[in-house]
Every structure is written in structure tokens, then in C-alpha cells.
């Protein structure tokens, strides 16, 4: 407030109004994508696949393990793009625009308090904690956070060092570093590594360092350099850091130093293994040295490096059965790529013979059993055939792969798994043995069915082998171990087998089949997928209606990262019975049966006719039509005169599924869908407005077992019910609009979500002078373990903005532009998709906070949920536009896809900010008859000049709510000095108060 000298007051509020709304996120893993009318679903994704690269975080140096494999012959199938990169002898190296990019990607805005330990390492060469000669896994915890940079790599020039396992980069290890003193117990070699601390990819950018000790005196380099490492081993995908079989003598005292790369700081966890010395020191007598030189510094391999060796050029090692190979490896640079030493060996079979190959090495060994390409493209990568593989065992584990093969010409694959980290020359040992054999079914074990009591086998699919994908190669089961048991069934009758009783939870899959890795699959898959309904993804299949005779059960993991031990539980259902007379006016179905209520799936489409409030009955099930099979679906039609909440209910003697479709052929929008085991009740309903609408009934998709004349009963009720406004459409401020797509239209809702990595962004462009200052976004939260709604409420979001890439994705290289962690509560749409609610999420950013972007050019946002309480649930993103409507970007981890629609969300405007006058003074004038008031508009507004004869009053006249001021003007002014004169007659006391309404 200014006072002047004389009997006026004035005073200047800035008031910014501001309408504000608090929203929040959720999770989910919806069902499986049905066929047919339930393909319009929710997008599908797993969620709960979490490893690390050789699915372990615990150190892989066991001595005197085996693993062991079978291969069954099949048909080769091409390379796919991981088995590619797994057989490949180079790969670029990680630029340091990658490590910036993932380092942006990763960090955050407060940085947890140093909090010391008792084996917290020290800041520098004085007081460093001494590990003696320990070994074994965390040896040390602590942090970096809070401590100093005393060694790093920035005065080495870029040139890196003779000893640095993987790439070395200017800020390599600048970040904040501890000391740990340690003496090497033997001679021999040793790993030293943070992959512990790399559990779940929540650590920070790592480096390691080896020094000689010389402390209190400060290490120098290079005199004192031993080796160190900046993403390796294990952890390196997670940016972790190893050194891996490191040669030192007795006695030898060093210091480790634990560092970051660039400013990165956090905990960690440091190992310390010694390498067993698992090969002879020289090649067994009778054995045949494999004769390639050791790789070095752009080593070419003209021995046996196939399509990695020099181009043009395809050589092997020939080897018959009974071969017994001592041979080398190692990784190597050329240039800035890091390569692997690759060794082929080409077997030829005169017969058909089962082969057993085994290796054991001083490295993470891999192994792939090939087939050459066809004529003249033997030796072209992409042409090259793939039976199995990549199997992978530690260092001195012992690899044991068999399989029957018929005579052919065959590749045998060793190599190091990594491409990083193996010293050239590193030994390994590979021996083939061979014997008769005759091509047989790809059976592992055999059981015959007994419903007294029910039946019960086990099993494990770790190291089990490959041997089928019957569910097609676009699936992720594709990739897993399996096993395969042959069933028999002695009765007709029906069964249902069952994971559930496992003790071991893991992702899996189960398939029922009429042949071997072949014939059909009789269970729905799709919906048996953790069919046990708890957390951990095990799986069980419906009761299947089964004749006498032989059948195929395969287990398998949901995708290559998932094997377990299990239990399958094989129980006979008792027959479910609906008792209801059948009304619809179909027959039952039959082979060769043509419907005459199949709606939208005849030439003439036909429907029954439905009334609020009816109960109907008929009956489902499968038949074959010129050898094809279909399913008995039973269309209805009804229609609202009003706007009402429809509620269908049914039970049937088969697993089927329900629908609410958009009225017209071909098909319109399914409003919702729900598939339900036999005889249990199956529920769903809409709000939808004045129309007519298509009420489906049938067996569950891909249920072939359900036979036909299978009873149904449902009913279906109405009420009135409302459909909520202003909560599917975009604020009337909003700089940016893409609505949510509706349930009456094509739509898609897309995981992104921190626990997942799964991350989602869409695109945006700003006009002129617009500025962020808050959000609205719609989509679902489930829960992932039960597929069900989830009740995280609030729930936390980080925002990010990005530039654009030269139109193709967010430049991730760079980093955010404008990143925030905000809290939400949801708002209920109303709105079900597959019978999920959707909600909506809105934020204002609090004043002088907004994102300021550039304007006229594309940029993009990534929102994702982060991990809440309950701990599984996901949010998914829904759409705007349809399924091609657009374009929006998903990270699955580091692998980015396109997706053909956009994600539904509004940018806010910014509110103006208010700036305070700081002149207002109060005044009379010759010749003027009223007082005026001067001061300086900080910037063009409206202002509401408020006045009051009442000494006693405040100085908020509260946007006029105060009685004892009365609003004398509304004027907008320009930015500058400006003078505004009040009316004449006022009493002998009179305040002043101006507020500038920025809004």
C-alpha cells in the first residue's frame, strides 16, 4: 500500500484467477485382445517381465553348474531381429549422446540426503574404509549422493586407457566418487561389480575404477591407473558398471573407486568374486587346438567367422562327430565398435543322428544350432535358418545341448554373450558327441488322466528348450523355454487344467493341442492367460469339453525372460446345467448349420427382437462348415426411447461372452464385452442415449470344445441414467485439443507407465504467445495381477516435454525440456470401455510456473504413471481420433514404435501472471474537479478501481464481495504511466483500491 501525504489512500491488489482442478493416475493390465467383435479392446501389454540382461542380479560365476538342452527338429524360421544382434560379431558403441539421453531420461529433481553407513566408502584418501580381502556379494553398501569428484576421466584426452572394459567417455566417472581399500587374497582374477545395486534398473549412471593404493598420498594417471569400466557386465543395459575376471597378484593392494558418469550419484552395492579357474592350463592330450590368433584392436577373423568374417567370404571349422575343440575367444574394439570374436563350426550328417554339443568357458558363453541359407545365400545372415538358441551359461558353467536331426549340413554357434568386457584370448573348450536316433514326437513326458481324486504332474521350463510356437510367431510366447506332455484322456467328458496350485508364481502360457507343437488349440488362450487370477501370471485353462483319446499340453513363459518350475492340477468339471426353456426361434446348431439370428454375420442380416425387462433362452456352441469351425452367435435388437442404462445378465453351460453393439452392419462400436467361466453369472451394461442396439450371445471365442445345443439364459434391464457433460471434451482455455475417443467409436488405451517402461508421447504445436499452464488427460487405471479396476486415488504422473526430432519422435537424446511430478485426483467419466471406467485427470501448474515452449513448431509430451500404492496398477492412455487418426510414439524400454492414433489430452493456457504497482499515488489537479489516481500498469489488463469511505475497512475490497467498497470503474490500460480521474463529491475521507483482473 502507498500513502500519500494528504486525506486519499490507495492501493493496487493483482489478482490472478484462477480456476483450478487436482486429478490423478492409475494402472492396469487389462484381458487379453479377443477376436472377432471383441477387437475393439484395450490395448494389451504385460507388465510384470522384470530382469535383468541374463535374468539375474545376483553374480553369475558358479562353478561346476550344467545346463542342459534339448532341441526338437522342426522346420528352421528366419532370424528375428534379437537373434540377429545375438549372432552378430559388432555393434556400434554407445555414444555419449545415448548416455546423455538416458541419463536425462532417468533423472530426477531431488536427490535423496547422504545418509552415511557403516561401510559407506570414504570421500577421499584420508579415513578410507578397509575391506581386507573379502569376497562374495555386497562386501560394501553406501551412496555417492552428497560426496565430491576426486578422480575421473576428463584429463585423459579422450584416449582410452589399455585397460577399460567397454567404452570410455570424457565424463565416464565425473560424478561424485567414495574410496574403498581392498587386498587381493590370491593370484588369480576377480569381478568387481555394481549390478547388485542395478536390481530393477533403478540405480544411477555407475563407473568403477581400480587404482593402486596409495593413499593418504591422492592416486595419479596413468602411473597408478589399473583398469575401470563405465556399463558392463550384467548391468549393462541398465547403465551399470563391472569389471569381469580381472588378473591381480597376492597381496596386491588396491583402491576401488565408485563413481557415476557426468554428475549421476546414488546407492550402491559393490561385489567382489573371484573367477573360478575352471580350464586346464593347457589343451587336454588328444584334443585339437582350434588355431585362430587372439583378437586384438581391429582384428579381422578369416577362420571360422561366417557372415561376420571378412565380406565375401564364409569360413568354418569342419568337425565330425566325436570332436573335441580347445579354442579362444574375446571382445575387442574396431575403431569405436565393440566386436566378439564369433567361432562357426560346420557338422555334416549323413544320417539321421542325435547330436549333443558342450562348452565351458572363461567367459558368459552363447551357443545357437543353425542351418545354412539356400542356394546362394548360404551364408547371408538374413537367409540363415535358426533351430535353436541362443542358450547362454556363466563363466565354468557347462553348456549341454541335444537334439535328434535328421542328415544335413548343420552351424554350431559359440561365442561371448556380451560384446564388452572379455579379454582376447579367453579360453573355452567344446566338445561333440553323437549317436543313433529316430525322428520322433517333441514329447517330454507322458500322463494318463484319472478323475478319482483328479491329476496332478510337475515340471520346470528353466533350460527346458524351445520346441513350440503354436500360437503364432507374432507372439511373445514364441521366444520361451517349454515343456510338452502327451495326455491322455480316457473318457468323454469335461477338464480343466490349472497352474494355480504351483507354488512358484511366474509368467506363463498354457496350450492344449491335437497334435505335437502342431494340430489346433482347444483352449482360448487369449483369456486363459493368468487365468488364476492372482499376482505372478500363472495360468489355467476353462473346463473343455473333451472326447477319449490323446492330446498335447504345452507350458511355456509369456515371453523369453519367463520359465519356472510348475504344478498342473487336471481336474473333470461337473456338467453345468441351465434349466431354461428355449425361446429363440434358431434351432440348435449343427455341422453344416446356417443360422437364422447370426445378425450382422449373414448376407441378409437377421435379428430377434428385445424388450426391456425380458428374459430370453437358447443355446450356443461350434459346429464345422466346409471344414471350418464357427460359433452359434445369437443377435438381438433393442431400442431406448430414452436415454438408459442398459444391464444384460446371463449364465450359460459353456464359458461364452456378452456384447452391447452400435446399432448397424457392418458392425458399429462395442460399448462393452465380458467373457465368463460356464454357469457363473456374466454382467455388463452401458448409459446410452435415445437408439437401437444390438444385444450378442455366444460362445467364448476360440472355445471350439463347446458343443453345440450349450443353454444360455439372459435377461436384460433398463433404468434412467445420465450421461455425464463436460468430462469427455477439453477446457474452453485449452491452447491444445485432442478429445478422448468415445465407447461408441474406435479406440485404443495404451499402457505408459514407469513400472512397465513402457512410455508413451504425443504431439503437439503451439501458436504465437501461447504458453503451457496446465493438462487434461483421460484413461484407466487397473490392476495388473487381477485385470481388474484399480483404487489408487490420488495418483502421481510425471510430465515431460520434449523437442522434435526432425519429425519422427522426441528427441530423448537431449533431455526434457520442462519436467514435473504432480499429484491427482480422478473424476469418473462415466464412461465404460470392455467394462472398464475411465476417468479423467486435470493439472494447473501454480502461478510463475508454467512451461514456457517454443511456438510454431512441433514438440511432444510424455505423460506417464508412476509407481503408487497399490503398487500394481497402470494407467493407460486412451486415444483421440480412432485407430488411424494420427500418430503417437511408444518406448518399450529403449524400443520405439509408432503408433496410428493420437492420445486424447489438452494443453491449458497459462494465466497471465500480475505484477504489483508499485507508484499508486493520489492527487488533485488545477482545473480538474475530481481527485486522480496515478501509477504504472506493469502490462495491458482490466482494472477494477474500488473505493471506500470507511477508515476502518481492509484493503481487499474481495472482487467486490466486501460491502464497505463499492467498484467505481472497470478501465483496461495499456502497459505504461497511467492517470485516471474519479468522479466529483466524495466525503472528507476516501480509500483507494485497484486490482488488476488478469483474466
Not at 235 to 262: H, K, M, R
Request: aromatic content about 10%; overall charge negative; charged content about 15%.
Amino acid at each position: 500500500m502507498i500513502r500519500n501525504k494528504w486525506m486519499w489512500t490507495g492501493l493496487l491488489v493483482c489478482a490472478c484467477i484462477v480456476a483450478a482442478m487436482a486429478v490423478r493416475p492409475q494402472t492396469s493390465k487389462p484381458g487379453a485382445a479377443v477376436q472377432g467383435l471383441e477387437a475393439v479392446s484395450v490395448e494389451m501389454s504385460k507388465f510384470d517381465a522384470v530382469s535383468t540382461p541374463n535374468g539375474s542380479s545376483a553374480p553369475r560365476i558358479v562353478a561346476g553348474n550344467s545346463s542342459q538342452h534339448k532341441v526338437s527338429f522342426g522346420a528352421p524360421r528366419a532370424l528375428n531381429a534379437d537373434e540377429r544382434a545375438s549372432l552378430e560379431s559388432s555393434r556400434p558403441a554407445v555414444t555419449e549422446a545415448d548416455k546423455q539421453a538416458a541419463q536425462a531420461a532417468r533423472r530426477i529433481e531431488s536427490r535423496p540426503p547422504h545418509i552415511p553407513s557403516l561401510d559407506q566408502g570414504s570421500d577421499n584418501c584420508t579415513g578410507v574404509p578397509d575391506l581386507g580381502s573379502a569376497l562374495g556379494t555386497a562386501v560394501a553398501t553406501g551412496t555417492t549422493t552428497g560426496f565430491t569428484n576426486n578422480l575421473d576421466t576428463t584429463g585423459w584426452n579422450g584416449t582410452t586407457p589399455t585397460c577399460w572394459q567397454g567404452t570410455a567417455f570424457l565424463p565416464s566417472t565425473v560424478g561424485p566418487d567414495v574410496y574403498y581399500k581392498w587386498t587381493a587374497p590370491a593370484t588369480a582374477t576377480f569381478t568387481f561389480s555394481l549390478c547388485n545395486g542395478q536390481a530393477g534398473g533403478n540405480a544411477y549412471d555407475t563407473g568403477i575404477t581400480l587404482w593402486n593404493f596409495t593413499c593418504p598420498t591422492e592416486p595419479t594417471y596413468p602411473a597408478d591407473f589399473i583398469c575401470g569400466n563405465d556399463d558392463g557386465g550384467i548391468c549393462e543395459a541398465n547403465f551399470g558398471s563391472e569389471l569381469t575376471c580381472l588378473p591381480l597378484t597376492a597381496g596386491q593392494q588396491i583402491l576401488i573407486v565408485i563413481d557415476g558418469y557426468d554428475t549421476d550419484n546414488g546407492a550402491y552395492v559393490l561385489d567382489i568374486i573371484q573367477c573360478p579357474d575352471c580350464l586346464a592350463p593347457a589343451c587336454p592330450g588328444g584334443w585339437t587346438a582350434e588355431n585362430e590368433p587372439d583378437c586384438g584392436q581391429d582384428y579381422v577373423d578369416n577362420t571360422n567367422g561366417a557372415f561376420n568374417g571378412p565380406v565375401g567370404t564364409c569360413n568354418f571349422t569342419n568337425i565330425t562327430c566325436g570332436a573335441t575343440i580347445c579354442a579362444e575367444s574375446g571382445t575387442f574394439l574396431a575403431g569405436i565398435d565393440e566386436n566378439r570374436d564369433t567361432d562357426f563350426y560346420r557338422l555334416v550328417l549323413t544320417d539321421t543322428t542325435r547330436v549333443t554339443w558342450n562348452a565351458v568357458g572363461e567367459f558368459d558363453l552363447s551357443s545357437f544350432l543353425l542351418v545354412p541359407g539356400p542356394t546362394g545365400f548360404e551364408c547371408v545372415a538374413d537367409s540363415v535358418g535358426v533351430l535353436g538358441g541362443p542358450f547362454n551359461v556363466a563363466p565354468c558353467e557347462t553348456l549341454s545341448v541335444s537334439g535328434c536331426l535328421p542328415q544335413g549340413e548343420y552351424w554350431i554357434f559359440i561365442g561371448p554373450r556380451n560384446f564388452n568386457g572379455v579379454a582376447c584370448g579367453a579360453r573355452y573348450n567344446f566338445w561333440v558327441e553323437c549317436d543313433t536316433c529316430t525322428i520322433s514326437e517333441c514329447i517330454d513326458h507322458f500322463v494318463t488322466v484319472d478323475c478319482v481324486g483328479g491329476t496332478t504332474f510337475s515340471g520346470t521350463t528353466v533350460n527346458a528348450g524351445n520346441d513350440c510356437w503354436v500360437s503364432g510367431t507374432s507372439q511373445n510366447d514364441t521366444l520361451s523355454t517349454d515343456e510338452i506332455w502327451e495326455v491322455t484322456i480316457p473318457a468323454d467328458g469335461l477338464y480343466q487344467f490349472s497352474l494355480c496350485t504351483g507354488a512358484t508364481s511366474w509368467d506363463s502360457y498354457i496350450f492344449l493341442t491335437t497334435g505335437c507343437c502342431s494340430g489346433t488349440i482347444l483352449n482360448d488362450y487369449t483369456n486363459d492367460d493368468d487365468g488364476c487370477g492372482v499376482g505372478g501370471g500363472l495360468s489355467q485353462t476353462d473346463c473343455l469339453n473333451l472326447t477319449a483319446g490323446v492330446y498335447y499340453l504345452i507350458v511355456e513363459g509369456w515371453q523369453a525372460t519367463d520359465a519356472g518350475p510348475y504344478t498342473v492340477t487336471v481336474e473333470c468339471c461337473e456338467p453345468c446345467v441351465v434349466t431354461c426353456v428355449d425361446s429363440e426361434a434358431e434351432v440348435d446348431c449343427a455341422d453344416g448349420f446356417n443360422g437364422t439370428n447370426d445378425g450382422c454375420n449373414m448376407v441378409v442380416p437377421s435379428f430377434e427382437n428385445l424388450t426391456c425387462g425380458q428374459t430370453v433362452c437358447g443355446s450356443t456352441g461350434y459346429y464345422l462348415r466346409n471344414d471350418s469351425s464357427f460359433r452359434d452367435l445369437d443377435w438381438y435388437v433393442i431400442s431406448l426411447a430414452d436415454t438408459e442404462r442398459i444391464t444384460v445378465t446371463s449364465t450359460c453351460e459353456v464359458s461364452h461372452t456378452i456384447f452391447i453393439i452400435e446399432d448397424g452392419c457392418p458392425t458399429g462400436a462395442i460399448f462393452n464385452s465380458r467373457t465368463a467361466d460356464p454357469c457363473s453369472v456374466n454382467t455388463i451394461n452401458a448409459c446410452l442415449p435415445p437408439a437401437s442396439y444390438y444385444v450378442v450371445i455366444g460362445a467364448a471365442s476360440g472355445l471350439v470344445t463347446a458343443p453345440c445345443g450349450s443353454n444360455y439364459q439372459m435377461t436384460v434391464t433398463c433404468e434412467p441414467c445420465v450421461i455425464p457433460a463436460n468430462v469427455d471434451s477439453c477446457p474452453g482455455n485449452s491452447v491444445f485439443s485432442q478429445n478422448v475417443d468415445q465407447p461408441t467409436a474406435v479406440w485404443t488405451f495404451g499402457t505408459s507407465e514407469s513400472a512397465t517402461n513402457f512410455r508413451r508421447f504425443e504431439n503437439f504445436t503451439l501458436d504465437p504467445g501461447e504458453v503451457i499452464g496446465g493438462f487434461t488427460i483421460w484413461g484407466l487405471s487397473l490392476a495388473m495381477a487381477t485385470n481388474t479396476p484399480c483404487d489408487e486415488d490420488p495418483m502421481s504422473f510425471e510430465i515431460s516435454y520434449y523437442s522434435d526430432s526432425l519429425g519422427a519422435g522426441p528427441d530423448i537424446t537431449n533431455g526434457f525440456l520442462c519436467r514435473d511430478t504432480v499429484s491427482m485426483n480422478r473424476v469418473a467419466t462415466g464412461d465404460l470401455y470392455s467394462g472398464f471406467p475411465s476417468y479423467m485427470w486435470q493439472y494447473e501448474y501454480p502461478e510463475g510456473e508454467c512451461c514456457s515452449l517454443a511456438t510454431g513448431v512441433m514438440q511432444w509430451v510424455q505423460i506417464k504413471g508412476l509407481v503408487g500404492t497399490p503398487t500394481n496398477c497402470r494407467f493407460l492412455w486412451g486415444s483421440s481420433g480412432g485407430s488411424t487418426g494420427g500418430f503417437s510414439i511408444l518406448y518399450n524400454a529403449n524400443v520405439r514404435t509408432t503408433a496410428a492414433f493420437n492420445l486424447a489430452m489438452c494443453l491449458q493456457e497459462c494465466p497471465v501472471p500480475c505484477f504489483p504497482i508499485t507508484d499508486l499515488c493520489v492527487g488533485l489537479a488545477t482545473g480538474v474537479t475530481g481527485p486522480q489516481l496515478h501509477f504504472t500498469a506493469p502490462q495491458a489488463a482490466t482494472y477494477r478501481i474500488y473505493a471506500t469511505t470507511n477508515p476502518a475497512a481492509d484493503e481487499n475490497p474481495d472482487n467486490g464481495a466486501d460491502p464497505n467498497y463499492t467498484q467505481e470503474a472497470a478501465v483496461f490500460f495499456g502497459a505504461g504511466v497511467q492517470v485516471w480521474t474519479a468522479p466529483v463529491g466524495f466525503a472528507n475521507y476516501k480509500k483507494y483500491v485497484v486490482v488488476a483482473d488478469c483474466n
